[in-house]
Nanobody
Framework: QVRLVESGGGLVQAGESLRLSCAASGRIFRINVMGWYRQAPGKQRELVATITTSGRINYADSVKGRFIISRDNAKNTNTVYLQMSNLKVEDTALYYC???????????WGQGTQVTVSS
Protein backbone atom coordinates (compact mmCIF):
# COMPACT_ATOMS: atom_id res chain seq x y z
CA GLN A 1 0.00 0.00 0.00
CA VAL A 2 0.98 3.61 -0.58
CA ARG A 3 -0.21 6.53 1.50
CA LEU A 4 -0.35 10.05 0.07
CA VAL A 5 -0.60 13.10 2.32
CA GLU A 6 -1.10 16.51 0.73
CA SER A 7 -0.57 19.97 2.17
CA GLY A 8 -0.28 23.56 1.07
CA GLY A 9 -3.68 24.54 -0.25
CA GLY A 10 -5.40 27.77 0.70
CA LEU A 11 -7.10 30.96 -0.36
CA VAL A 12 -5.15 33.45 -2.44
CA GLN A 13 -5.84 36.32 -4.78
CA ALA A 14 -5.38 36.15 -8.52
CA GLY A 15 -1.75 36.59 -9.49
CA GLU A 16 -0.40 35.14 -6.25
CA SER A 17 1.42 31.87 -5.71
CA LEU A 18 0.99 28.66 -3.73
CA ARG A 19 3.07 25.55 -3.26
CA LEU A 20 1.48 22.15 -2.80
CA SER A 21 3.30 19.18 -1.31
CA CYS A 22 2.47 15.50 -1.34
CA ALA A 23 4.41 12.98 0.71
CA ALA A 24 4.18 9.32 -0.29
CA SER A 25 4.99 6.57 2.16
CA GLY A 26 4.67 2.81 2.24
CA ARG A 27 5.60 0.72 -0.78
CA ILE A 28 7.03 3.66 -2.67
CA PHE A 29 9.53 1.47 -4.50
CA ARG A 30 6.62 0.41 -6.70
CA ILE A 31 5.80 3.99 -7.73
CA ASN A 32 6.90 5.41 -11.07
CA VAL A 33 4.60 8.28 -11.94
CA MET A 34 3.45 10.85 -9.41
CA GLY A 35 1.38 13.87 -10.17
CA TRP A 36 -1.39 16.30 -9.47
CA TYR A 37 -4.97 16.34 -10.68
CA ARG A 38 -7.73 18.81 -9.88
CA GLN A 39 -11.49 18.87 -9.81
CA ALA A 40 -13.58 22.00 -9.84
CA PRO A 41 -17.25 21.94 -8.77
CA GLY A 42 -19.42 20.46 -11.48
CA LYS A 43 -16.45 19.40 -13.59
CA GLN A 44 -14.52 16.21 -14.15
CA ARG A 45 -11.18 15.57 -12.54
CA GLU A 46 -8.39 16.69 -14.86
CA LEU A 47 -4.65 16.23 -15.07
CA VAL A 48 -2.50 19.13 -13.96
CA ALA A 49 1.02 17.73 -14.11
CA THR A 50 2.91 14.46 -13.75
CA ILE A 51 6.53 13.51 -13.18
CA THR A 52 8.23 10.14 -13.45
CA THR A 53 10.98 8.74 -11.26
CA SER A 54 13.47 9.65 -13.98
CA GLY A 55 12.18 13.22 -14.15
CA ARG A 56 10.07 13.15 -17.29
CA ILE A 57 7.38 15.83 -16.89
CA ASN A 58 3.99 16.45 -18.47
CA TYR A 59 1.83 19.54 -17.98
CA ALA A 60 -1.71 20.39 -18.92
CA ASP A 61 -1.74 23.18 -21.48
CA SER A 62 -3.70 25.40 -19.10
CA VAL A 63 -0.87 25.50 -16.56
CA LYS A 64 2.22 25.50 -18.77
CA GLY A 65 4.47 28.42 -17.92
CA ARG A 66 2.77 28.99 -14.57
CA PHE A 67 3.10 25.73 -12.64
CA ILE A 68 6.23 23.72 -11.92
CA ILE A 69 6.19 20.13 -10.70
CA SER A 70 9.18 18.64 -8.94
CA ARG A 71 9.97 15.52 -7.00
CA ASP A 72 12.26 14.41 -4.19
CA ASN A 73 13.01 10.67 -4.33
CA ALA A 74 14.29 10.02 -0.84
CA LYS A 75 14.95 6.49 0.39
CA ASN A 76 11.83 6.05 2.50
CA THR A 77 9.52 8.70 1.13
CA ASN A 78 8.81 10.29 -2.21
CA THR A 79 7.58 13.87 -2.16
CA VAL A 80 6.11 15.67 -5.11
CA TYR A 81 5.66 19.44 -5.19
CA LEU A 82 3.57 21.75 -7.31
CA GLN A 83 4.70 25.36 -7.39
CA MET A 84 1.81 27.41 -8.71
CA SER A 85 2.43 30.96 -9.84
CA ASN A 86 0.27 33.65 -11.39
CA LEU A 87 -2.81 31.84 -10.15
CA LYS A 88 -6.10 32.48 -11.90
CA VAL A 89 -9.66 32.25 -10.67
CA GLU A 90 -10.13 29.26 -12.98
CA ASP A 91 -7.41 27.38 -11.06
CA THR A 92 -9.83 27.09 -8.15
CA ALA A 93 -10.35 23.40 -7.46
CA LEU A 94 -9.70 20.51 -5.14
CA TYR A 95 -6.19 19.33 -5.95
CA TYR A 96 -5.40 15.63 -5.62
CA CYS A 97 -2.04 13.94 -5.45
CA UNK A 98 -1.72 10.77 -7.52
CA UNK A 99 0.78 7.92 -7.62
CA UNK A 100 0.87 4.96 -9.98
CA UNK A 101 2.10 1.48 -9.14
CA UNK A 102 4.50 0.66 -11.94
CA UNK A 103 3.77 -3.06 -11.90
CA UNK A 104 -0.02 -3.13 -11.64
CA UNK A 105 -1.01 0.30 -12.87
CA UNK A 106 -3.02 0.79 -9.70
CA UNK A 107 -3.56 4.46 -8.86
CA UNK A 108 -3.34 5.85 -5.38
CA TRP A 109 -5.00 9.14 -4.45
CA GLY A 110 -4.56 11.62 -1.65
CA GLN A 111 -7.45 13.14 0.23
CA GLY A 112 -7.28 16.40 -1.71
CA THR A 113 -6.32 19.94 -0.77
CA GLN A 114 -8.46 22.95 -1.66
CA VAL A 115 -7.06 25.81 -3.70
CA THR A 116 -9.27 28.87 -3.98
CA VAL A 117 -8.27 31.86 -6.07
CA SER A 118 -10.28 35.06 -5.67
CA SER A 119 -10.43 37.92 -8.15
Amino acid sequence: QVRLVESGGGLVQAGESLRLSCAASGRIFRINVMGWYRQAPGKQRELVATITTSGRINYADSVKGRFIISRDNAKNTNTVYLQMSNLKVEDTALYYCNAVDESSGYQYWGQGTQVTVSS
